[in-house]
């Protein structure tokens, strides 16, 4: 058994999607950076930069293995695969 999380992102955002699973909770970031040049007719430059943080966090009925999890992409959809973690009982 495995949660299977898909998200629709540009291939050039993928790098920046990081996916972690604890227990039953999965979190989900998104970071971005942003840098401006803005050059003034009078020659001055003005620079400016931006950073966005995105996070989402998921509970899930089962508890998750935080080791194995497998990350793809294709036709734009990022696509991570966490396997349940089951353990026997012994008698």
Known sequence: KEVIVSLPIAEYEKENVHL?????NIKITLGRKFADNITSPEGAIDRSTRSELYSKEINTPDILSSKNIVQNYEDG???????????????
């Open 20 to 24: 972690s699973a604890q227990g039953r």
């Open 77 to 91: 959809v990022l696509t991570f695969k966490i396997p349940i973690f089951t353990f026997a009982i012994i008698h």
